[in-house]
């Protein structure tokens, strides 16, 4: 790891003054992301700003007007834990059940863990890849087995975040402050953006930006939802492939659904297509099935990534047929 | 008298003539029926309060005064030669103490006749620079300000693309090591196989896979004077001295080696790194001590790695299951500096059976070089030989625990003798009926819970362990018996993580007849420490345990001397038990050790001990079975161990606790074999692309099931005079096959490589 400065910010407004228009000075709050990338050199930043000295973004809160606000500073365990979350928002807890390890999700922050850069081991390595400024993804035609098999191109990562399809799914908000004493706030969907030519990122955040809160609506009296992850191995992965599944249910009858995938496409993946097959249908083993085909229409797979469409499809038709089922018995790891 | 003898001594798979010094009494066995006291309990470890308290000192933790912090800087192409070296604006950064490259560092001749910094560079990660500085900011930093111009070389990953004419050579010899395979005949392989009623053949593979021991490679070093001394994480503290007396040449005893503490090393840490030197050599510029300690990246690019395999398998067989032919031809890349474990031996050696022929090509790429891991080619040859004797079991439509007890092997194949002790036989049987084998059903896919509709079918599957593990000479021992009854037992053995101290002090405990308490172990430091073998092989505690008793007893022997003429008895009346003489007429009349040697000052017996000869005639073996049920999803692709039985034979037990221990850990390291280890290689670029713990995925807790440990604790009355084997490597050898052969049973499909990861899985199963 190269040398940096360290400053302890004693309030968000100080940390916010010490950033910057570029990247040299970075925002660390659980450092579990950050500090892995600086090791592997993959980033060197000149200063860290440390954000768990500024303690008034600590909070987890629950009202049934206001929904769930979870603050920058809380940990995947301070919400994954949470009473309310656990019983409005199972989608979420389930997502959070299953990412990392115990011990790092009680560093890790939820802000922290939407923020995370690709997974992808080139652009984790020596490889000067087009995610980093250079000439071309090494994955495209590499050693591509957990890569993207949607919206790859020129950048193949696949989205590492399991919390960040479930927000997705549940239509959840963030809100940003910037340097400049301003703020802006989004779908978590709009935070997520396809890297491009000019943005070398998988997310619209700038480099004089932090996000400070995100907000869960409560959602409907009916509403259900669950998560359902595959992974190398029983705990502590990165998802092959994963899906959140949300719906306003009428007995087995999906008013409202959304289906989004983790793991197969450089940023969260909204399975259109499944959510149209499944959308005001009564959710039974046929439709369920047909959804999991849909969700993987379009899917444009590497030489080595194939079997990623089968996961899709199988994640996809199990998680709905437990969604639909109030009383299924459902574990979030297929 | 010192007297020298010749004797064989087996070293993962390979026989070696060795020439023994006996020094001290060599004690009769210890038979089965030897009622013993601390010998077979789960005594706790002896040093469990500092390794759990973080008092125990790795070499990580030795911090000299004035240490400073060496990095290396390594190759980014598989194949390059440095063209030009500048590392000026690294010397003028402040805090930067002394800086080695191929310009300035001493022709020290390496491998394969290269220097130690060559600027021809054969994989990604070898060593280019070093650099000490005060801190290891501030040494990253310099490595970042040498620059060097590579000219990329053309590379080989594929060993039979290596095997080509106009292949690149790694090697100005060429690329296949030796210049021929390795071959082995017994019979006539083409009578067997013609005489065979039924055959099989098929190709099965293996991955690289990683050693990462909890601690990774380092060395602190420090010169005090001409006297070097090497803080190192080394499975052979006396390998490492006499390697680097070598290499510097010093002489023997100006090198200290101390690894007091070692967190594993899985057979990468048996010989010295390139780390080791430089931090010597940076030592020696600086007159300051140098830690170099690899980070996980660093190791798994350059220390080593089990090699992968392509094994083809011809198998040959009468209707009734006898086997006619065992055919072996395997391709093994070994990287640069590298070299093949015993791929062939299991073929070899664990059936009967009279045509057998092997073929094995070690073959020279431009990747980080293969070393030793955990029963190094066994592991990748039972794989294939293993999972190749059930599919032809299903050919013959024969159960294959039945196959393999029709060819059992009731002595050695190869040379004909007597083992020493063999008690497959029994573990194949305890196994069986522990995981319940007479109900597996014999139709592969088809098991009675495997209803139609399921997608999770359930199966079982089982494989056989061979492995050598008897250990031999040399190895020697001190005993040091105190005027107040304690004993200090020097040794010059190192404790990796297995509990050696434990085993050893439990030894020395029994044959001096002192309680375990008043024990105290030496291990770990070359200094004034006899010669203790390497840690691997298995070889620990047959060979050094035995010379501890041998030490012990001779320690003992003086003792009863000094107690007779104090206490005016014949010395045949007199025996030692839990630290007090008795008299053994009448058993009431005792006197404690610390007694009787009080009325002397300062008193100290001294004994020696030495490790004797193996048997002559006699094959010295382990051996032991896994069974395996799994459940296998097969629309995701995710295959579950349910359970594990293990049963293994390593002679008697010393204690039942660590030898548990070994089973679990062997286990867990081969599940992890079985299903999720595999080091990726961009085969563009020549990189690995995951030599940390991120994707490199090694098994958790949630991917262990329950794992039932078994070992038969016969003792083996021929093998030394502890009756004692190796159990360090045995639990990983069977394990993945095991499980393979579950999965097979299970699905109906045939996996023949590993890892049986998801993608694997689901790939294998769309392809019919």
């Known amino acids: ?334 | 008298m010192a007297k020298v003898v010749k004797t064989q001594v087996e070293f993962e798979g390979r026989m070696l003539e060795q020439a023994a010094l006996l020094q001290g009494p060599q004690p009769p066995h210890w038979p089965q029926e030897a009622s013993l006291e601390v010998v077979g309990t789960s005594a706790l470890r002896i040093d469990g309060f500092e390794r759990v308290t973080g008092r125990a000192r790795y070499s990580c933790d030795v911090h000299p005064p004035g240490m400073l912090c060496g990095r290396i800087l390594r190759s980014p192409f598989p194949h390059a030669r440095i063209v030009s070296i500048d590392a000026s604006r690294a010397e003028l950064l402040p805090g930067v103490r002394a800086l080695l490259t191929s310009t300035n560092a001493p022709a020290i001749r390496w491998k394969d006749g290269k220097l130690i910094l060559d600027s021809l560079l054969s994989f990604e990660g070898d060593e280019v620079a070093a650099v000490a500085a005060d801190d290891a900011e501030t040494a990253d930093d310099a490595l970042s300000l040498i620059n060097v111009q590579y000219e990329e070389l053309p590379f080989v990953l594929d060993p039979e693309e290596a095997l080509q004419l106009d292949a690149p050579k790694v090697h100005p010899s060429g690329n296949l090591m030796g210049g021929k395979p390795r071959v082995y005949d017994r019979g006539d392989i083409k009578r067997g196989l013609s005489e065979a009623e039924v055959t099989l053949e098929e190709s099965f593979h293996t991955q690289t896979a990683l050693h990462n021991a909890l601690e990774t490679h380092g060395s602190v070093t420090q010169w005090i004077g001409k006297e070097l001394t090497i803080w190192d994480s080394t499975q052979g503290i006396f390998a490492i001295r006499s390697e680097v007396a070598e290499i510097l040449g010093i002489p023997l005893n100006q090198v200290r080696v101390i690894a007091e503490y070692v967190g594993g090393g899985f057979g990468a840490k048996q010989e010295t790194g390139k780390y080791t030197v430089l931090a010597a050599l940076l030592s020696r510029m600086t007159g300051r001590p140098v830690q170099i300690l690899l980070s996980r990246w660093e190791e798994n690019l350059s220390t080593g790695c089990r090699h992968p395999t392509t094994q083809r398998v011809k198998l040959g067989a009468k209707r009734d299951g006898t086997l006619t032919a065992i055919d072996l031809h395997c391709v093994v890349p070994v990287g640069s500096y590298g070299y093949a474990g015993s791929v062939d031996g299991p073929a070899r050696g664990l059936y009967q059976c009279p045509n057998v022929h092997t073929g094995l090509y070690a073959v020279r790429t431009n990747e980080g070089p293969a070393r030793a891991f955990r029963a190094p080619g066994y592991a990748e040859g039972s794989f294939a030989l293993e999972c190749a004797m059930d599919l032809m079991a299903e050919k013959l439509g024969m159960d294959p625990l039945e196959l393999r007890l029709k060819n059992y092997a009731d002595k050695d194949p190869m040379t004909g003798h007597d083992y020493s002790s063999n008690k497959l036989r029994e573990a194949y049987q305890l196994a069986a009926e522990k995981i319940g084998w007479s109900s597996r059903n014999p139709r592969a896919g088809q098991t009675a819970q495997n209803a139609p509709l399921t997608t999770r079918k359930r199966g079982l599957g089982m494989a056989s362990q061979l492995w050598g593990g008897g250990g031999g000479p040399p190895a020697n021992a001190v005993v040091k018996l105190n005027p107040d009854g304690s004993a200090d037992v020097i040794t010059g053995v190192q404790d990796i993580g297995t509990g050696t101290r434990t085993g050893l002090a439990q030894v020395a405990a029994e044959a001096l007849g002192l309680p375990l308490s008043a024990i105290r172990v030496t291990a770990g430091d070359t200094r004034d420490a006899p010669f203790g073998p390497t840690s691997g092989g298995s070889q620990t505690l047959s060979s050094a345990g035995p010379a501890v008793r041998s030490a012990a007893m001779d320690a003992q022997e003086q003792l009863l001397d000094v107690a007779s003429q104090l206490t005016k008895l014949p010395r045949e009346r007199l025996e030692v038990r839990d630290g007090f003489v008795y008299d053994g007429r009448s058993p009431g009349q005792r006197k404690s050790v610390a007694e009787l040697l009080g009325a002397f000052d300062n008193l100290m017996i001294v004994g020696v001990g030495s490790r004797g000869p193996n048997p002559v005639g006699y094959s010295l073996r382990t051996f032991g079975a896994q069974f395996a049920e799994v459940e296998v999803d097969v629309e995701t692709g995710r295959v579950r161990v349910l359970k594990l039985v293990a049963v293994h034979d390593c002679g008697r037990v010393v204690n039942p606790m660590l030898v548990r221990g070994q089973l679990l850990g062997g286990i867990t390291q081969g599940i992890g074999y079985a299903l999720t280890e595999e080091r990726a290689m961009d085969r563009q670029t020549g990189r690995v692309l995951n030599p940390d713990l991120e994707e490199y995925l090694i098994p958790t807790v949630l991917d262990i099931p329950e794992i039932d440990a078994n070992v038969l604790n016969q003792v083996d009355p021929h093998t030394n005079n502890l009756g004692a084997k190796g159990i360090g490597e045995p639990p990983i050898i069977p394990t993945a096959p095991a499980i393979a052969n579950a999965v097979y049973n299970a699905t109906g499909v045939p996996f023949t490589s590993i890892p049986l990861a998801i993608h694997q899985v689901i790939r294998k199963r769309s392809v019919p």
């Open chain 1, 1 to 334: 790891m190269r040398a940096f400065e360290h400053l302890n910010a004693t309030s968000v407004e100080e940390a916010l003054a010490a950033i910057g228009e570029d990247w040299q000075t970075r925002l660390v709050a659980g450092g579990t992301d950050l500090v892995p990338l600086m090791k592997k050199d993959v980033i060197a930043p000149s200063r860290l700003v440390n954000l768990k000295t500024a303690s008034e973004l600590a909070n987890v809160d629950f009202s049934d007007e206001a929904g769930l606000t979870v603050g920058a500073l809380a940990t995947l365990d301070d919400v994954g834990r949470y009473p309310p979350v656990r019983r409005h928002y199972r989608v979420l807890a389930e997502a959070i059940s299953v990412a990392a390890s115990p011990q790092l999700r009680n560093m890790a922050t939820l802000a922290g863990n939407l923020c995370q850069t690709s997974r992808c081991w080139y652009f984790r390595n020596i490889f000067f890849c087009w995610l980093k400024g250079g000439e071309k993804c090494y994955a495209a035609d590499g050693e591509n087995r957990i890569h993207a098999i949607f919206g790859g191109g020129p950048c193949y990562s696949a989205h590492p975040s399991d919390p960040a399809p479930a927000l997705v799914a549940l239509g959840a908000e963030l809100t940003l402050y910037d340097g400049k004493g301003g703020s802006r706030s989004m779908p978590v969907e709009s935070f997520y953006a396809l890297p491009a030519d000019d943005r070398r990122r998988e997310t619209i955040l700038r480099p004089n930006e932090l996000v400070a809160r995100i907000r869960v609506a409560t959602p409907p009296q009916e509403a259900r939802g669950v998560y359902l992850k595959a992974m190398a191995r029983g705990v502590w992965a990165f998802p092959l492939a994963s899906v959140a599944v949300q719906g306003v249910w009428d007995g087995p009858m999906a008013r409202e659904i959304s289906i989004v995938l983790g793991g197969v496409a450089p940023i969260p993946w909204r399975a259109k297509q499944a959510e149209n097959v499944v959308r005001g249908q009564p959710v039974d083993g046929g439709v369920a099935r047909r959804a999991g085909e849909a969700a993987v229409a379009g899917a444009q797979p590497l030489r080595d990534n194939g079997y990623k469409m089968e996961l899709v499809r199988t994640l996809v038709e199990r998680a709905l047929v437990s969604a639909a089922a109030p009383q299924a018995r459902h574990h979030p790891v297929a």
